[in-house]
């Protein structure tokens, strides 16, 4: 998507066995020149990509699947020997996945395997609590990049978000059934779920989601500009949401916002989930969300969003 920046931009935010084979094949690329262990190596500075021995799937994992995709989940088992291109078990520790590592897309190559492929359906020939101890286990193989959806461009955005503007990968959940207030009175009380559809609204299925407090008066100082933040947002693909977490009440906040003539509406984190999902011990804070309530990444205090139109405009 070309993105024209804008010519005004003073006051932007600162800041088991084959089983698992066909998970790999055919779900994966390799066609990118940028060697993949120094993007992983560059991108673990606050999330331990590790998998605990404790791991009730771990067993799981060993039993059914680390020969083929090795003991570490590097696709080097001892029956990936003269395996090669898309027959060759995949290495989950790469950031390479041509779609992504989330739980839920792990569950449907499971259940429904991967056509052309080796991986054949798995449906429920294994228990539901099994099962689900497998994917989360595989999850813990994958670096935190690869659980950012790889199509339009995101993996590599978010990935220079981190990279090179301060962001921290996140593996924090914002859990659907949280209430919030909000400041609309066409919805003045909504969920979580229900603000998580808003991002099959957007090219992306992304959205940035700012937290912020009436008693934080950075963020009061630029809550202004959030509506050209979202006009960027929006351009890029994403969505963009408010929510206040300082102050339950959204009569309240929306008092507040009309004594600073600010037009902006607003969220509130009425039973306090939001707080108790993530680390707000200092606002604001933005968060990257993606449809199913994974916080992906997140950035704390100001941001200036002139880097992503910029990193944008490096990219055409």
């Known amino acids: ?187 003045p009380e909504v969920t979580v779920s229900e603000i998580l559809k808003t991002a099959t609204q957007s090219e992306t299925r992304l959205q940035f989601v700012l937290a912020w407090g009436v008693h934080c008066a950075i963020c009061v100082e630029k809550l202004p500009e959030t509506a050209e933040i979202q006009s960027v947002l929006s351009r890029l693909g994403y969505g963009y949401q408010l929510i206040c977490v300082d102050e339950p009440s959204p009569t309240n906040v929306q008092d507040f916002l009309n004594s600073k003539v600010i037009k902006s509406k607003s969220l509130t984190d009425s039973d306090n989930g939001i707080k108790l999902s993530t680390d707000l011990s200092l606002l604001p804070v933005t968060m990257l969300v993606d449809e199913y309530g994974n916080i992906l990444a997140k950035f704390t205090g100001v941001f200036d969003w002139r880097n992503v139109i910029q990193a944008s405009d490096d990219a055409k």
Request: a positive charge; aromatic letters at 6%; proline letters at 7%.
């Open 1 to 187: 998507m070309n993105v024209a920046s804008p010519k005004k931009m003073k006051h932007w935010w600162i800041p088991i066995p084959a089983l698992l084979i066909g998970l790999t094949a055919g779900v994966w690329t390799s066609n990118s020149k940028t060697p993949v262990q120094s993007t992983v190596s560059s991108s673990l500075t606050n999330i331990e990509r590790s998998a605990p021995k404790d791991h009730p799937g771990r067993l799981l994992y060993l039993s059914n699947c680390a020969r083929c995709h090795g003991l570490e989940g590097r696709g080097d088992g001892p029956e990936s020997a003269g395996l090669a291109g898309a027959a060759r078990p995949r290495d989950f520790t790469s950031t390479d996945w041509k779609s992504d590592a989330r739980s839920v897309t792990i569950e449907q190559m499971l259940n429904k395997g991967v056509p052309g492929t080796s991986m054949a359906a798995f449906g429920s020939t294994i228990g539901e609590i099994d099962r689900q101890n497998l994917i989360r286990y595989v999850e813990t193989l994958a670096p935190p990049a690869a659980r950012i959806p790889n199509n339009h461009s995101q993996r590599k955005r978010v990935q220079d978000l981190v990279d090179r503007f301060g962001w921290q990968w996140s593996s924090d959940r914002l859990k659907p059934g949280i209430k919030l207030g909000s400041t609309d009175g066409d919805r």
